[in-house]
């Protein structure tokens, strides 16, 4: 603002001994032109050193040559022009101040949609752990529903087995010599629903839930006594075990496979549940037996 007002004592002091002389016209128009430059030092960005040294320059001339209109108007439009090339240098700088300021926009759009975009991934992965999750617990309900309805079928083929027999008279009970030679390897009694030979579960099978040497042997003993009688069925029976439904049912799958390979037909074996069972111990239940001819 001081170079300004600089300027304009300089420009009067050139001006003053030609004053008389000065075409009115161009003494307006460097009014004019002076107070365009002190508008243009008013904005923002400042102006740059070589530029305002030039429009300086431009004033003196004009300055000078006021007598003379044609070179006047050669002045004015230089200043003119180096004023016009200021605002467009001002214009320019104020669109790149937008570009940058929009560019800094996309920028922060750009993070908080990759960030998005993360959220978005993890909530994916969160509802495919949740449904298979959720796929896990309805097959094993499904699972457990369907050992229910096998294990009341049981009970209810068991009960229905039970009236049919009534008092039925037993095999072994009309053979003295088959009852005492089961006796050796198990516990026997005779019932209305058939003959029940009972065995301590731990007699049979080892610590790795596999047949025992002794067990073998004396699964095979029995098979021996077993092939003399006519059972129609022979159901074969494990106690719920402290492991699980499914290892109960594993080991009298075992003892009945035990039975088959000993010569006992397959035809008359069948699992069956071991609910009611004594627990730890195993069962052969001989239905609808009668005495070998």
Same mark, same amino acid.
């Given at each position: 603002?001081?170079?300004v007002?600089? *300027? @304009? ?6 001006? /003053?001994?030609?004053m008389a002389a000065?075409?009115?016209a ?6 004019q ?5 002190r508008? $243009?030092q008013?904005?923002a960005?400042?102006?740059?050193? $070589? ?5 300086h320059?431009?004033?003196?001339m004009?300055?000078?040559d006021?007598?003379?209109p044609a070179?006047?108007?050669?002045d004015q439009?230089?200043?003119n022009a180096r004023?016009a090339?200021?605002r467009?240098?001002?214009e320019?700088?104020?669109k790149q101040d937008? *570009?940058?300021s929009?560019?800094r926009?996309v920028?922060? #759009?750009t993070?908080q949609?990759?960030?998005?975009q993360?959220?978005?991934?993890k909530?994916?992965?969160q509802?495919a752990?949740n +449904?298979m999750s959720? $796929? ?5 309900q499904a699972e @457990?529903?369907?050992q229910?309805?096998m #294990?009341?079928s ?5 009960a229905g @087995?039970?009236?049919q027999?009534g008092?039925? =008279?037993?095999?072994?009970? =009309?053979q003295?010599?088959?009852v ?6 198990a516990q026997?009694?005779a019932?209305?629903?058939g003959?029940?030979?009972?065995m ?5 099978f080892?610590s ?5 040497a ?12 077993l092939k003399?009688?006519?059972a129609?069925?022979?159901l ?11 290892v109960a ?5 075992? @003892? *009945? ?7 006992v ?5 069948? /699992?069956a +549940?071991?609910?009611?069972?004594s627990a730890?111990?195993?069962?052969l239940?001989l239905?609808?037996?009668s005495?070998?001819?």
């Amino acid at each position: 603002m001081m170079r300004v007002r600089h *300027l @304009i004592a300089a420009v009067l002091l050139i001006a /003053l001994p030609g004053m008389a002389a000065a075409d009115p016209a161009t003494t307006q128009a460097l009014q004019q032109a002076i107070q365009r430059l002190r508008d $243009a030092q008013r904005g923002a960005p400042p102006i740059p050193a $070589a530029t305002l040294s030039g429009l300086h320059s431009s004033l003196q001339m004009m300055t000078r040559d006021q007598v003379d209109p044609a070179l006047f108007r050669v002045d004015q439009a230089i200043f003119n022009a180096r004023l016009a090339g200021l605002r467009e240098m001002r214009e320019q700088a104020a669109k790149q101040d937008q *570009l940058n300021s929009l560019q800094r926009q996309v920028q922060s #759009l750009t993070r908080q949609q990759q960030s998005l975009q993360t959220e978005y991934g993890k909530l994916r992965e969160q509802l495919a752990n949740n +449904t298979m999750s959720g $796929a896990r617990t309805q097959h094993l309900q499904a699972e @457990i529903q369907q050992q229910k309805q096998m #294990l009341q079928s049981e009970e209810q083929r068991l009960a229905g @087995i039970a009236k049919q027999q009534g008092a039925s =008279a037993s095999p072994l009970a =009309a053979q003295p010599g088959s009852v005492k030679a089961l006796t050796v390897y198990a516990q026997v009694r005779a019932a209305s629903d058939g003959v029940h030979v009972t065995m301590p579960v731990d007699s049979l099978f080892g610590s790795d839930n596999q047949l025992s040497a002794s067990g073998k042997q004396r699964l095979q003993a029995i098979s021996g006594i077993l092939k003399q009688t006519t059972a129609s069925e022979i159901l074969v029976r494990v106690a719920p075990q402290p492991l699980g439904a499914n290892v109960a049912t594993q080991r009298a799958e075992t @003892i *009945l496979r035990a039975l088959r390979r000993d010569g006992v037909p397959d035809q008359v074996l069948a /699992l069956a +549940t071991g609910v009611g069972l004594s627990a730890g111990s195993a069962e052969l239940l001989l239905v609808n037996a009668s005495p070998a001819p």
